[in-house]
């Protein structure tokens, strides 16, 4: 039946039916193609006005969906709820209407058969309700029957009205409101549930009259087969949709386990002619969901990353895990030292080959048999950045003070650091093999800085060490596991992992390799994870010494290959269930960031760039690209950059990043004349012809204080020379003569440093300037000279001015440019 609807030709004269098309291809190629038109599923409006009373203008058929409005859309989505809602009404009452259904229909049929049975049934009806009538009044027996019957005659009355003569002004309208809500309304719900639309179901409304028995008994056995399991399927097909701000059509279509084919439909039905894969917002993809039947969850683009949010653990899943440990302390104190010590005494000694590979952080076991993690990346801002990013790594924090130095300021930096971070410290006294060693200095050093050490009856644990002789350093590692132990540091290591990149870097055999401290869970071979902005499948761990490991539980650091792009130190990395998902907390990430760049106004067009050159007139900037070799180095850098500079010049840092100069790099460079610095790393063959060709400058570093420096200096160049004066003498006028052709002269004695002809001179009257200029003439006796000394008389005169007196006081300066530097 189907068939002989589908036949029809289309066009756009509007009628609900489906049609054929004639594709034309090239080559002469013709394909008739069956096509619905939208027309034919007007029904849309239909359901949701047909139910809430029916008598709203929203029952209107001819209402069409194309071109809705806001308000319209806003009407649909209430209506559909409301039609929902009604559904749910109807699952109760569904077995007695489907039998009303059948009642309608065979009498519908048999009314359009023989005129005879329907007056037949008239008159019986007219009898039956006679007979009701007299039954009523008589017997109890009968009315009891009614009375069960009541129930199930509540939906078929109206199935009887349309015979029913004598009232044929208020039932027609009904009828068809029940045919729409039946015929329609249901059937089109049907064809939802299964997820198929064939042309006949689609036309099933309208089609109804000209059925054929065998589908009409095929839709009643699929309705009846529906009611009876109905409530059960419903809610297993019921999904809850996750919805974005913006969702795919398709990706809609998956999370509704609908076909794509009939989201698009529907779609279209609501005027929105879109593909697969073009991008809905939020508000139509509703629209879409609720018309499904299924739930929505807003979600916001954020709440991606709500499948890595941290369950909390259970005190019992919790075992005890290594404290992990950074070094912190001023410079040359001997923090690289120490950890080196640290790890060659420990290393070497318990490994066979004792190979170690500096992985940003290694592993070390004391005597006591407690396991130690320390961070291999000694300085504040590995530290710092770290934290700022969220990944607080450390539980201890060991300061190292030389013995024959003070406490200076990285040190007290330092204990600001570890105070911030509320780390406990341990204070590692070093160089006590020094012949001028004074550790009781530094002891009471500290104090200042509210670090009472145990020496001084205070909490903090204070060892004497050396890096070079290895004295206490067995006391160093107890005093760091007596910590750890008081710390009492928990992880669980069955469940998936979470961890923070330490070291990150391209590593141009392995691809983007990330030294990771896994923090609670256990990383293994195999899973899937986001980290920052990257996110990535391991492929490979590779622990401290360098040996491939399968996992990695807590407080272990790991060298993991398998990323996509190169993170950065103190992203987090968190292990997700599907690929999928990493990928798309990772997306969000990078447009978040990408965002927030933006916003803070990074250079991302020339036209910003001027822009932001023109809100900071008054300070000079010198812009500079930074390229280095792995991850820390770089952020070390920027941050020293940072730091450079004053309320009159400072750097601008347009880009950094990891691995080699490349002619992105050069272009970016050239367009904000800046050089390009690289550290520990090199320009390629094309960045460098660029480079040359465009003038670029390009300088390579491998001592980051070089490169500070460096930079340093540059941007004192660009600090405007200050121009001081000195004075160089005094001098008071004694008499006033005048000259002809030269005017007033004064006759002076320099009573203070030397008169210099070329100087500057200030004429000052009790203290107050009341002229600035230069000398016309600086004379002993009758010769013109170059300067006076202090004690000798001269005479002067004043370029351009002549308002002299005795007793005024002349101011000789000279002007001098520094060049300034930047500290
Ligand atoms: P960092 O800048 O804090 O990492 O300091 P380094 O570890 O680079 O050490 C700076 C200098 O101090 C190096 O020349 C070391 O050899 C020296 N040094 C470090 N520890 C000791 C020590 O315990 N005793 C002596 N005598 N020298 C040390």
New binding site residues.
């Given amino acids: 039946m189907s068939d002989s609807d589908g036949k029809k030709t289309l066009g756009l004269r509007g009628g609900a039916r489906p049609g054929n098309v004639k594709q034309s291809f090239s080559h002469g190629r013709t394909k008739n193609v069956v096509v619905e038109t939208k027309r034919k599923r007007v029904v849309v409006p239909k359901p949701g006005a047909s139910k809430p009373g029916g008598a709203t203008p929203s029952g209107d058929p001819s209402r069409r969906p194309a071109g809705i409005s806001d308000a319209e859309m806003a009407r649909r989505m209430k209506a559909l709820q409301a039609a929902k809602a009604r559904e749910v009404e109807e699952a109760a009452a569904r077995e007695a209407q489907e039998k009303a259904r059948e009642e309608e229909r065979a009498r519908r049929r048999a009314e359009q058969e023989a005129k005879e049975r329907e007056q037949r049934e008239a008159e019986e009806k007219a009898r039956a309700k006679a007979e009701e009538e007299d039954r009523k009044r008589k017997e109890a027996e009968a009315a009891a029957n009614r009375a069960a019957a009541a129930p199930a005659a509540e939906a078929p009355k109206p199935a009887r009205a349309p015979v029913n003569k004598p009232a044929p002004a208020a039932t027609p309208r009904k009828q068809d409101r029940e045919r729409d809500q039946r015929g329609r309304g249901k059937g089109r719900d049907d064809n939802r549930r299964s997820g198929k639309l064939t042309l006949g179901q689609a036309t099933g409304g309208e089609g109804n009259r000209q059925r054929s028995m065998a589908a009409m008994k095929r839709k009643q056995e699929r309705a009846r087969q529906k009611a009876m399991g109905g409530a059960v399927e419903r809610e297993k097909v019921i999904r809850d949709v996750q919805l974005p701000e913006a969702i795919l059509v398709s990706e809609l279509a998956i999370r509704m386990a609908e076909r794509v084919g009939d989201v698009v439909k529907s779609l279209m039905n609501m005027g929105m002619m879109v593909t697969q894969n073009q991008t809905i917002d939020a508000d139509t993809a509703e629209l879409i969901i609720e018309e499904f039947g299924h739930k929505v969850t807003r979600v916001s683009d954020s709440d991606v990353e709500d499948v890595i949010k941290e369950i909390e653990d259970e005190e019992k899943d919790l075992q005890s895990r290594p404290p992990v440990i950074t070094i912190m302390?001023?410079?040359?104190?001997?923090?690289?030292?120490?950890?080196?010590?640290i790890r060659d005494a420990r290393v070497v000694a318990g490994e066979a080959g004792g190979i170690t590979q500096h992985i940003g952080a290694y592993q070390v076991k004391t005597d006591g048999g407690t396991t130690l993690t320390f961070l291999d990346t000694?300085g504040h801002a590995a530290f710092t950045s770290m934290r700022s990013r969220g990944a607080q790594v450390t539980d201890i924090v060991v300061l190292?003070v030389?013995a024959?130095d003070a406490v200076m300021p990285q040190t007290i930096e330092a204990i600001n650091h570890a105070k911030a971070a509320e780390v406990p410290m341990i204070v590692a006294i070093?160089?006590?093999?020094?012949p001028d060693a004074n550790p009781d200095k530094v002891r009471t050093d500290l104090l200042q800085h509210e670090v009472i050490v145990e020496k001084m009856s205070g909490e903090v644990q204070d060892v004497e060490?050396?890096?070079?002789?290895g004295q206490g350093l067995d006391e160093l590692l107890e005093a760091i596991a007596l910590q750890s132990e008081i710390l009492e540091l928990k992880a669980n290591p069955n469940r998936a992992a979470q961890g923070a990149v330490i070291e990150a870097q391209l590593d141009v055999g392995r691809g983007p390799v990330a030294t990771v401290l896994v923090q609670n869970g256990t990383l293994r071979q195999g899973d899937i994870f986001v980290v920052g902005e990257q996110y990535g499948k391991v492929r490979a761990l590779i622990n401290d010494k360098g040996d491939r490991v399968k996992e990695a539980g807590p407080s272990v650091p790991v060298e993991v290959l398998g990323l996509n792009g190169t993170p950065e130190a103190g992203d987090v990395l968190n292990v997700t269930e599907t690929e999928a998902q990493a990928r798309e907390i990772a997306d969000y990430r990078e447009h978040a960031a990408k965002d927030k760049r933006a916003a803070a106004g990074a250079a991302t067009t020339l036209e910003q760039l001027m822009q932001k050159a023109k809100e900071d007139e008054s300070v000079n900037e010198l812009p500079i690209l930074m390229k280095a070799d792995v991850q820390g180095s770089a952020e070390a850098i920027v941050q020293a950059m940072e730091k450079i500079g004053n309320d009159e010049v400072r750097v601008r840092v347009l880009h950094s990043g990891v691995g080699a100069i490349t002619e992105t790099d050069v272009g970016l460079a050239e367009a904000s004349g800046a050089p390009i610095l690289g550290f520990n790393v090199r320009a390629n063959a094309s960045a460098r012809n660029t480079a040359n060709q465009k003038g670029v400058e390009i300088r390579y570093y491998s001592v980051i204080y070089d490169l500070v420096d460096d930079v340093k200096a540059a941007a004192s160049g660009l600090l405007s020379a200050e121009i001081r004066e000195k004075f160089i003498g005094y001098a008071e006028m004694k008499e006033i003569f005048k000259v002809t052709g030269v005017g007033k002269v004064a006759g002076c004695l320099v009573t203070e440093g030397v008169a210099r002809r070329s100087a500057g001179v200030r004429l000052l009257r009790d203290n107050v300037v009341i002229h600035e200029g230069t000398l016309k003439t600086l004379k002993r006796f009758k010769d013109e000279v170059a300067e006076v000394q202090s004690g000798q008389e001269c005479g002067m005169a004043f370029e351009n001015y002549d308002d002299i007196r005795a007793g005024d006081v002349i101011e000789i300066f000279e002007r001098e440019e520094v060049t300034r530097t930047l500290d």
Avoid: E
């Fill in positions: 302390g001023h410079v040359d104190h001997g923090k690289t030292s120490l950890l080196d010590a000694p190292v030389a024959d070093n160089k006590i093999d020094k060490v050396s890096a070079v002789t």
